[in-house]
């Protein structure tokens, strides 16, 4: 461990960093996650006779933005 308050701080500054870049992916990936989520479930609606107009009432989305969810845009 850094004796020096100024290494001891530059350590915690770079472990700061660290964390909070790992943080930052973890939270894509969440997101990735939970889109690729909502777009298949989107799509089954749709699959099972509800309309994208009805998704979004559903969804409390306009509807052409949900269209754009099922199309994967």
Same mark, same amino acid.
């Given at each position: ?6 290494q001891? +701080?530059?350590?915690?500054? *770079?472990? $700061? !960093? #660290? ?6 992916? =973890?939270?894509?990936r969440?997101? @990735?996650?939970?889109? +690729?989520?909502?777009?298949? *479930?989107? $799509? !089954? #609606? ?6 994208? =107009?009805?998704?979004?009432?559903? @969804? ?14």
């Amino acid at each position: 461990m850094p004796s020096d308050p100024k290494q001891k +701080a530059r350590a915690e500054v *770079r472990r $700061a !960093q #660290a964390e909070f870049e790992r943080a930052q992916e =973890r939270v894509q990936r969440e997101r @990735a996650d939970a889109r +690729a989520a909502r777009r298949k *479930r989107f $799509a !089954q #609606a749709q699959k099972d006779g509800l309309t994208v =107009r009805e998704i979004a009432d559903e @969804a409390g989305l306009n509807f052409s933005h949900v269209a754009e969810i099922i199309r994967g845009e």
